[in-house]
């Protein structure tokens, strides 16, 4: 709808609807038409409003492993399945994609973003933002702007130039309005002094420049003004029905402190998004093409998954012969219990995960003989799992799980209910509540000392058999809603337990402001000996034909909340790869990670195999990509280090609160080229099952939509039908401004059988010649010749020729 045809509000009425009307959702206002809407969590997936594990998700690969798809039509059809995942559960606003870079490696939510470049984000975000859109979803851009790391994120105050502030963090942003984005979620961060939710930047480039006509939501709680922001081109508030605004925005309206015509725009742009998803008037019919089968939706899963995948190294052992190997070894706790999903708020519960161990189970022919190790456990897991059906029965009714109990202050109990698991992160708290209680029945299947969690804030006791093992007054160390509302810290007692003797565990956690109500109750069993353990693991890879060793990172990192401090994978994990890999020459390393880890084996073994957080399907995506039924399509959205001190950027801890963006234009690729250093593998690497010829680059020719088009000769010269991406770069060395040596202009992707010759077409925007000028503040192009280069990867571009801009 548009301004014209607007239904009419008086003031307060506006002002009611800029703030939440709960946690997940708007206001009502029947009086024009106007029904709630309803936010949700992604990326990754369509939570719903709440944390409910009985509400189970479609689970897609994470952020990082869609950049390494350069794939914008795969990327839109994956947006679609979110679009209709929603619907299904009646979300008028799903909180993704996540468009900031992968500026340090370090970077806790690295998982959740798409890229270190901001062509490639910004592609890849609009894609997956028009497939969402297309279902008459709205996806939301975030977090504008600069939120790229996570220590101090609420106050951490971010010093960018503005020029690159507009060629790298504002692109993706861009591309995310001109693909008709309805939603922009502003950050937490500061930027240049000025908190997101009251920022400049919210006005202009964003409405102004780039005239986006929806609405800005904050992150949840990160307005904390009542005139700064309303002043501001903030437009909505969340979660409510608490805030800074309502009342006293309307006594600053009354004061002058605030234009009214601020307040209607605003809610003029709520009620423009409500038409858009169909919460304002007669409820429309769903869009066409909605309702995925379930057959379907896990079949586009599973491809999109064997895409992602990057093969890093691989020294003719990939991809095996299912009927060759007559013995395969499956090692590493990975294996079994792999992460397919990052931390934090973008977490769902997924309907099934196929385990890698599973996968291969399922794809290997009877004969195959496939034995599993373990191997010794990871440290630096962070904490025992919650507990769960495999040890815990409710007390009640004696059903895998545990028992929810919500009492008052005299202990009478209030709400009663069945969990799946001990992670309870909104109990049903109804008047009175008082006490949140988790009890279980407890199964030990081994004997030895356990280890019992319980996460939360406040006053928390844990019993086992009615006898005290953890009792104390835990305040929270921080507001941050990710570790409040979602992993709050575990305290822990350990308890010796006999197997086959079951053991009744009771934890309990007062309830008090500003403490929230996430409830968690945790156990592992006695670590196996890790000597044992390894030597187990050892023995069976050298016994079989092949080696499969998965590793990665663990539940205690890469998460929303804090960065990372280490790109070290768990020594024990590093220790068993050198071990297997002396054993079996074919080991195949297989790694489980969201974002860059240190390999320091990589050249010691036959393989290694990148799968990101790969979501549900990742066991059967493992088990194609490994037997040779799909190539590992995935090439780098991020240049990999071989070790943390080679990164050229890795700041991600503010001194002060200020965290200056000191590289300037030099980050991911670019800053390697500056350097002059070889990282471990470059933006764009990944080797596929076959092999490629780059043979000729043809005269840029002028592009119907702006810019030109630049075609890329290349063959394919292995045994088998394969895909390659090309990138073409630009540089200018001769150049009158600073620039990067190097950056990425455009890309195609090419298919061809063996011995075919094709050419990719790849079209360079105008604005990849232009740079962002603040004297002029506006787009130039420098006069003068540029140099195109093209290749596979950002370090090895054979192609070049002459590009003058038109």
């Not at 307060?12 to 029904?35: K, N, S």
């Not at 086959?500 to 670590?527: H, I, K, M, S």
Request: include cysteine; charge should be neutral.
């Amino acid at each position: 709808m548009d301004g014209r045809d607007e239904p009419r509000l008086d003031l307060r009425a506006a002002v009611r609807l800029l703030t939440g009307a709960d946690t997940w959702r708007t206001h009502a206002e029947p009086a024009v038409g106007l029904r709630e809407m309803v936010f949700s969590d992604g990326p990754a997936g369509v939570r719903g409003p709440g944390w409910d594990e009985g509400r189970t998700s479609v689970l897609l690969p994470s952020a990082s492993a869609l950049g390494p798809l350069w794939d914008e039509e795969r990327v839109h059809r994956l947006g679609a399945l979110l679009g209709d995942e929603a619907r299904r559960k009646g979300v008028h606003v799903l909180l993704a994609p996540t468009l900031n870079l992968h500026r340090s490696p370090l970077a806790g939510r690295h998982f959740e973003c798409f890229a270190e470049d901001p062509l490639l984000a910004g592609r890849t975000g609009a894609a997956l933002i028009r497939g969402i859109q297309s279902r008459g979803v709205a996806a939301t851009a975030k977090h504008y702007v600069a939120n790229d790391s996570e220590t101090e994120r609420l106050t951490l105050d971010v010093r960018v130039e503005e020029r690159v502030l507009h060629e790298l963090y504002l692109a993706p942003f861009e591309a995310a309005v001109r693909a008709g984005v309805w939603v922009v979620m502003s950050a937490y961060n500061k930027v240049n002094g000025h908190t997101m939710t009251e920022s400049s930047l919210l006005a202009d480039p964003l409405k102004e420049e780039w005239g986006f006509d929806g609405v800005v939501v904050s992150d949840w709680g990160a307005g904390r003004s009542s005139v700064a922001s309303a002043a501001a081109a903030q437009d909505l508030l969340m979660p409510g029905p608490g805030g800074p605004w309502g009342e006293a925005l309307l006594a600053a309206v009354e004061r002058g402190l605030v234009p009214a015509a601020a307040v209607r725009d605003k809610a003029r742009r709520v009620l423009r998004l409500a038409g858009r998803v169909g919460a304002l008037g007669p409820p429309a019919p769903a869009p066409g093409g909605g309702g995925a089968e379930e057959t379907d939706a896990r079949r586009l899963l599973r491809e999109a998954a064997a895409a992602s995948f990057v093969l890093l190294e691989n020294r003719g052992v990939l991809p095996l012969d299912p009927r060759a190997p007559a013995a395969a070894a499956v090692i590493g706790t990975h294996a079994d219990d792999p992460r397919v999903q990052g931390g934090g708020s973008s977490e769902v519960f997924p309907h099934a995960v196929v385990t890698p161990l599973a996968g291969l189970r399922a794809a290997l022919p009877p004969q195959a003989r496939l034995v599993y190790e373990p191997g010794p456990p990871p440290d630096g897991s962070g904490g025992p799992a919650p507990l769960g059906a495999r040890h815990a029965r409710d007390p009640e009714t004696g059903a895998p799980g545990v028992r929810l109990r919500v009492l008052d202050a005299t202990d009478a109990v209030l709400h009663s209910a069945h969990q799946p698991s001990g992670r309870v992160l909104e109990p049903e708290l109804p008047p009175g509540a008082h006490t949140v209680e988790l009890a279980a029945v407890l199964h030990p299947d081994a004997t030895g000392t356990w280890t019992l969690g319980l996460g939360g804030f406040g006053a928390l006791g844990l019993t086992v058999e009615k006898t005290a093992v953890l009792a104390g007054e835990f305040p929270p160390e921080t507001d941050d809603p990710a570790v409040v509302h979602v992993r709050p810290p575990q305290r822990t007692a350990r308890v010796h337990l006999t197997a086959g003797r079951p053991v009744e565990v009771r934890a309990r956690r007062q309830l008090a402001p500003g403490t929230g109500r996430a409830t968690v109750l945790t156990a592992a069993g006695p670590a196996p000996d890790p000597a044992g353990a390894l030597a187990a693991a050892v023995a069976a890879a050298r016994e079989a034909d092949v080696a499969i060793v998965c590793v990665g990172t663990t539940d205690g990192d890469e998460s929303e909340g804090h960065d990372r401090r280490s790109l070290q994978l768990p020594a024990s994990q590093d220790q068993l790869v050198r071990e297997i890999a002396r054993a079996q020459p074919r080991t195949v390393v297989v790694v489980n990670a969201g974002g860059p880890v240190e390999l320091p084996w990589r050249t010691e073994v036959a393989a290694v195999l990148l799968t990101w957080f790969p979501g549900q399907e990742a066991g059967h995506a493992l088990a194609d990509v490994l037997l040779g039924r799909a190539e590992p399509g995935g090439r780098l959205p991020t240049t990999w280090p071989a070790t943390l001190a080679d990164a050229p950027v890795r700041t991600t801890r503010p001194t002060g609160g200020v965290l200056p963006y000191e590289e300037g234009l030099h980050i991911g690729h670019r800053a390697w080229l500056r350097t002059g250093t070889a990282p471990a593998y470059w933006f764009g690497h990944g080797l596929g099952y076959t092999t490629w010829r780059y043979e000729a680059l043809g005269v840029p020719r002028p592009h119907a939509g702006g810019g030109c088009e630049i075609p890329v000769v290349l063959r394919n010269t292995g045994a088998r039908q394969g895909r390659e991406v090309v990138q073409v770069h630009l540089s200018r060395p001769d150049s009158a401004v600073e620039r990067p040596v190097r950056w990425l202009a455009g890309w195609a992707a090419v298919q061809a059988g063996p011995g075919e010759r094709v050419t990719a077409y790849v079209r360079i925007p105008a604005r990849a010649l232009q740079h962002w000028s603040p004297a002029a503040r506006a787009w130039v192009t420098e006069p003068g010749r540029f140099t195109v280069r093209a290749g596979p990867h950002a370090g090895e571009l054979p192609l070049r020729e002459r590009l003058d801009p038109v």
